[in-house]
Structures are given as structure tokens and as C-alpha cells.
């Protein structure tokens, strides 16, 4: 099932100490790494250039603590094999306690 979104959105699954750290305040991680690989620039490509949002998923049993970030910068490092995703703006967080830094129950 795929869905429509008004900005061009990538919806990534990630582990819950760096959901917590992208969602910490003050925030402590900027820059979010994938491997370079066909997959991922093919995932890539089908959202366009920057700036687009990047949904963070963490965990799969409702419900899903879930992060829309604003992607300002894509740089493709060849000598590390990795994608550098430069957060920007949180834009939108559900079921997860930003003071706490754990999902909300």
C-alpha cells in the first residue's frame, strides 16, 4: 500500500537510539547515514532533490513512534560508501515523549 503525500516523503525504519537522539532537545544528532547502495539511490530518486521530508518509523507494533523530518542537503560519499542525510526542521512527532526521550505509552 503506498500513499500520497502533498511534499515528496521517504519513509525509513530506524533504531530507537537514533530516533532519540534526531528527536532530542537540544537535538544531538543532525545527519542521518544510509549506505550507498542501488537500493538506496533508487529510493532516492524517486523523492527528487531537496529539499523533502524523511518519515522515521521505530519499531513495527502499533503504536509506531513516528518522526517527519525535513531533508535539507543529500551528499553521496564514495570513499565511505554512505548517503549523509542533513536533517533539518522536525516537523511532526507521534507517540514518543521528546522530555523523556522514550515512546509514550
Known sequence: ??????VPTL?????QQ?????????????????????YWETRLAKVG???????LLNGMTPPVPEATV?????????R???????????LNVKHWDRKKECPKR
Open 80 to 90: 565511505s560508501k554512505t548517503i549523509e542525510l542533513h536533517l533539518g526542521k522536525v
Open 70 to 78: 525535513r531533508v535539507t542537503k543529500v551528499v553521496r560519499k564514495k
Open 18 to 38: 537514533f530516533f532519540a537522539a534526531i528527536l532530542a532537545q537540544p537535538r544531538r544528532k543532525f545527519i542521518e547515514y544510509r549506505d550507498l547502495t542501488d
Open 11 to 15: 519513509v525509513v525504519n530506524i533504531k
Open 49 to 55: 532533490k531537496p529539499p523533502f521530508n524523511l518519515r
Open 1 to 6: 500500500m503506498t500513499m500520497k503525500y502533498s
